[in-house]
């Protein structure tokens, strides 16, 4: 009898009682350097995962005429990004003095002493060069269909190698803003509005496609592609998210660490879902229709914004800010579209719109940070991500063209700038 009220507890105990262990438990050095340097590298490549989420995202919303171009941007940026942040990105970032504002322009080198490191230098800048890659992603599909494929070139290594470390260097790299107290956690700011403002200011310079706005009041649509691609991209990029949140704990040798991440990647999962809903049941009480392609960047804002504070949130908080940074989808998406503002895949109101609101909520559920601390970071990164672009986008477009021709938009740019048609269409 007492044999089996023995194993009736152990049964209660390993169904309905958390196990406890003692946060103070640790591992010897040698063992958390291999398990951090393991958190960099999963979770790069997780991230890295996200370059092919973007491509498919983006190739499933453009029209049947420019999806090949779209493959070409998407693994092109990528590739330059590996390049110049390995040429000068990572050092411009992280060769910044405490407090101060800009780095060296000097290539990486793995010249650290593992020995007074918790980490292997070399996957700590894999881990930071995909969310350079990330960020130039976010331009991409903004742009589409009526930019020059060699002058975009041209942007991504000057972003990914100059602008975006200067500013992800205010935070991550010690600088100035990180003296001052200000939070992003994996980047709702420092790559996703850094990104949008980019994407933005390439938009207005640009100029919307061809036949996009009439010149009345109404906005001619242009059939997406493929919207199971669209929906497959966005749940390769919802993946890679657990990456880009959970690996920015930046370790995983204590009890505390792996518990961070654990919940990390609940918050983050739930935001999502909470974006999709509140999109499917705005659009079907406003319009009258489900949207889907809402509800997919419905995921993607609720992802951007949980981004900013993905640990500090209770599992209610995360839901709500998620399901708020889906609704600022909507209406960023709206106010563009009056603004006759060109935003072909809505990266705009993902990343620039729901950033913001994602890093500016972070004082809500994270009790060290200031609403004025935060506002000032992400007026800083925008306006300085804004500002730095429209310069880069002037000067390409005033030198060597930025906008195709109509009548090669028209063909579309599959054939005009590419050569190699993604579908086979009919002229």
Known sequence: MKIK???LVAIFSLLFVSPSFAAESTVNAETQFVFNTLLFLICGFLVMFMAPG?????????????????????????????????LCGYNVAYGISEGGF??????????TDFAKDSYAAGSDWYF???????????????????????????????????????????????GWLAAKGFSDFAGSTLVHAAGGAAALAGAIILGPRVGRFTSGKNLLPFAASSIPLATLGTFVLWFGWFGFNGGSQLALGTFADASAISTIFINTNLAAAAGVLVNALITRF?????????????????????????LAPSPIAAICIGGIGAAVVIVGTSL???LKIDDVVGAIPVHLFAGIWGTLAVPITNK?????????????????????????????????????????????????????????IRD
């Open 102 to 111: 800009i780095g060296t322009f000097s290539p990486w080198s793995d010249g």
């Open 5 to 7: 009220n023995l194993l």
């Open 54 to 86: 973007f491509a498919m995202l983006e190739c499933g919303l453009v029209t049947s005429k420019s999806v090949s171009s779209i493959a070409a941007k998407n693994i092109g940026l990528y590739s330059i990004a590996g390049i110049m942040f390995w």
């Open 286 to 310: 406003v319009g009258g229709k489900t949207d889907v392609v809402m509800m997919l960047n419905g995921a993607l804002g609720g992802l951007v914004a949980i981004t900013a504070e993905p």
């Open 336 to 338: 563009l579209e009056k």
């Open 128 to 174: 930071q060069m995909v969310f350079a890659a990330t960020t130039a992603s976010i331009v991409s599909g903004t742009l589409a269909e009526r930019i020059k494929i060699w002058p975009f070139f041209l942007f991504v290594a000057i972003l990914t190698g100059v602008l975006y470390p200067i500013e992800m260097g205010w935070q991550w790299g010690g």
């Open 368 to 424: 060290d940070t200031s609403f004025a601390t935060q506002f000032l970071g992400t007026f800083s990164v925008v306006v300085f991500m804004f500002v730095a672009s429209i310069i880069v986008w002037s000067i390409l477009k005033a030198t060597v063209g930025i906008r195709i021709s109509d009548e090669a938009q028209k063909k579309g740019t599959d054939v005009s700038e590419i050569g190699v048609r993604a579908y086979a």
